[in-house]
DNA sequence: CTGTAAACACTAACGGTTATGTTTTTGTGT
DNA sequence: ACACAAAAACATAACCGTTAGTGTTTACAG
């Protein structure tokens, strides 16, 4: 009855995916700023109100594809191995994360990102979402026994060092350069 | 020659007040997000121009006393007696800060932040920024053997103890209690 | 007292976003 | 096959923060 057979959910994705397709060509071959919502849409052929019905903002045109990093930090943490430490899986997520910024496909975008300070703010609250949902994650692990203060601070810290190593000179070394720093807060507690 | 006076400059200055006042009142009034900038010109008997002659953005209308947020940070650190180790200068200055915006006179302006995404959004990237600075001056500090990396990983981490602190239960307990983990991760490098 | 430069004002616009109401498409029960 | 409800897309116009363009007043210097 109320189950729907499914091309009403294709093409939706279809036009979706068409107007991101739009949004990042543009932004790419223009710049972020020198693009408006209204060119988005007519290169997407479509009526502005659709855009943002399929995206909350501008911005969020751009980081669609980074929708899973905050489940797959949160994943790292649940469905670690039994008894697996914590620090070295979390280091090992966000070393994937900071290698997938930095390839060849995914360079340009984030060029364009540190180019404009409208998605660097966008990109840094996404973060601090990211941040709380670890730390809710690291809150409701029964193999830890820190307090939630503790817990929060930790993811805090790990969405720092993605921040951090991203801007490094050496993206690697410094997040195992800052994992270190982590693994002692960590540690304390 | 262009030595002015001082009525101008007095001038100046009592219009950018006259217009913060308006602001903070009719914000704190009805709420920050129901108060248009067309709403805070014509209570402080300004054109809307004039507001931005004075402030940068709406968001700079509230945050117009913590200015010095960024000059007390980077002179725990500079103005430091010599040989006084750095985390507990740190530690002391973020303890004041978070006292601060408990103070009774300020905390419905701090309740009002946390109601607006906006003002969130917006105090957040100011933090960032004074981590930057924060960050400059470790790296500056000729007492100080770390790396460039492990400076600018403290500084965040410092500005995340005040962000967190303030949101935790006990503020004062929870300063400790990172600070302990900021320290630990401090004496690792 | 006059020139000038800062501060301010007024209007109009721009760009992201939202409200309003309409039309088209799609799924489903008859 | 047809009708109907829900969802999606549409068009238009507005709202709001912000900025540009263009005067007008005011305080200071000579």
Redesign the interface.
């Known amino acids: 009855m109320t189950v729907p057979t499914g091309r009403r959910e294709r093409k939706k994705a279809a036009t979706r995916q068409k107007i991101a397709d739009a949004a990042l060509r543009l932004f790419l071959e223009r710049g972020y700023d020198a693009v408006g919502i209204r060119d988005v849409a007519a290169e997407a052929d479509v009526a502005v109100t659709t855009v943002f019905s399929h995206f909350a903002s501008k911005e969020a045109l751009v980081f669609e594809q980074d929708a899973d990093f905050e489940q797959r930090l949160t994943q790292a943490v649940t469905n670690r191995a039994p008894h697996e430490p914590l620090i070295p899986a979390l280091r090992r997520e966000i070393r994937a994360m900071v290698r997938h910024c930095t390839a060849d496909g995914t360079a340009p975008i984030y060029r364009m990102i540190d180019e404009s300070r409208a998605l660097r703010?966008y990109e840094?609250?996404m973060r601090?979402r990211h941040a709380e949902s670890l730390a809710t994650a690291l809150c409701a692990d029964p193999g830890l026994a820190q307090?939630a203060?503790?817990c929060?601070?930790?993811a805090?810290?790990v969405i720092?060092?993605y921040s951090?190593a991203r801007e490094?000179a050496d993206p690697q070394a410094?997040v195992d350069?800052?994992f270190?720093?982590?693994?002692?807060?960590?540690?304390?507690?």
């Open positions: 703010e840094e609250s601090l307090s203060t503790a929060r601070t930790i805090r810290f720092d060092a951090l490094a410094a350069e800052i270190q720093m982590i693994e002692a807060a960590w540690e304390v507690t």
